[in-house]
T-cell receptor
Framework: SQTIHQWPATLVQPVGSPLSLECTVE??????LYWYRQAAGRGLQLLFY??????ISSEVPQNLSASRPQDRQFILSSKKLLLSDSGFYLC????????????FGQGTRLTVV | AQKVTQAQTEISVVEKEDVTLDCVYE???????LFWYKQPPSGELVFLIR??????QNEISGRYSWNFQKSTSSFNFTITASQVVDSAVYFC????????????FGKGTKLSVKP
C-alpha cells in the first residue's frame, strides 16, 4: 500500500533562517507531488506541484522553493524565512493527471519567530 | 476561474443532531471532480469522497451522505446523528479535468459536536 511521510511534524525557526521540509512517498511510482500551505483561518493554498523528477511548477510567487531530486521525494525550502511563512504545510501525492484523489501527509506546523 | 465557497466558517451541534455542510463551486469546465476531506485535530487530511461532473447520483456511506446538484453548483455534505468524533474541519475541493491534479480548496468548515 502507498504511504506518505512528511517531517518534521513541528518546527520553530527564527526569521532569516533557512528551511527544509521533506516529503517521501512509498508504494507508488511517478506520482504527482504537491506542497500546500494552510494559514490560520484560511483554506489550503497550493504552493508547488511536480509531475516528474526535476519538474516543478509554482502556483504562487513567494519566498519558498521546491525540488524533486528523486521520483518519490519532494522538498520545500527557503533561504531566509519570513514571519509570514508561518503556517501548516502539507505534502500530498496523486496518481497521474487530474482525476483521482490526493493523499496527504500529516503536515508540518512551522512557526517563524 | 475556478473557486470553491464554503460559507459556513464554524458550526456547532449537539451529539445526535444532523448537520449539513454547504459547498458551492464555480468552474466553466464541463469535466471536473469534487471532493470532501476531513481534517481532524491531528492535522492530516482524510479523503472522504470524490464525485465526477457526469455523475449526479447522491451517495450515502453510513452516516455520511452527499448531495450533488449541478443546477445550483453545489455539493453538500450531511452527517446524520453526529458524534463527537465527527468534530473536525471539513474541506470541499474542486479538481478541473486535465489540471495535473491541482485541487482548489474551500476555506473549510469547522464542525464541533458537543456531547
Amino acid at each position: 500500500s502507498q504511504t506518505i511521510h512528511q517531517w518534521p511534524a513541528t518546527l520553530v525557526q527564527p526569521v532569516g533562517s533557512p528551511l527544509s521540509l521533506e516529503c517521501t512517498v512509498e508504494g507508488t511510482s511517478n506520482p504527482n507531488l504537491y506542497w500546500y500551505r494552510q494559514a490560520a483561518g484560511r483554506g489550503l493554498q497550493l504552493l508547488f506541484y511536480s509531475v516528474g523528477i526535476g519538474q516543478i511548477s509554482s502556483e504562487v510567487p513567494q519566498n519558498l522553493s521546491a525540488s524533486r531530486p528523486q521520483d518519490r521525494q519532494f522538498i520545500l525550502s527557503s533561504k531566509k524565512l519570513l514571519l509570514s511563512d508561518s503556517g501548516f504545510y502539507l505534502c500530498a501525492w496523486s496518481v497521474g493527471a487530474g482525476s483521482g484523489e490526493a493523499f496527504f501527509g500529516q503536515g508540518t506546523r512551522l512557526t517563524v519567530v | 476561474a475556478q473557486k470553491v465557497t464554503q460559507a459556513q466558517t464554524e458550526i456547532s451541534v449537539v451529539e445526535k443532531e444532523d448537520v449539513t455542510l454547504d459547498c458551492v463551486y464555480e468552474t466553466r469546465d464541463t469535466t471536473y471532480y469534487l471532493f470532501w476531506y476531513k481534517q481532524p485535530p491531528s492535522g492530516e487530511l482524510v479523503f472522504l469522497i470524490r464525485r465526477n461532473s457526469f455523475d449526479e447520483q447522491n451517495e450515502i456511506s453510513g452516516r455520511y451522505s452527499w448531495n450533488f446538484q449541478k443546477s445550483t453548483s453545489s455539493f453538500n455534505f450531511t452527517i446524520t446523528a453526529s458524534q463527537v468524533v465527527d468534530s473536525a474541519v471539513y474541506f470541499c475541493a474542486l479538481l478541473v479535468g486535465g489540471s495535473q491534479g491541482n485541487l482548489i480548496f474551500g476555506k473549510g468548515t469547522k464542525l464541533s459536536v458537543k456531547p
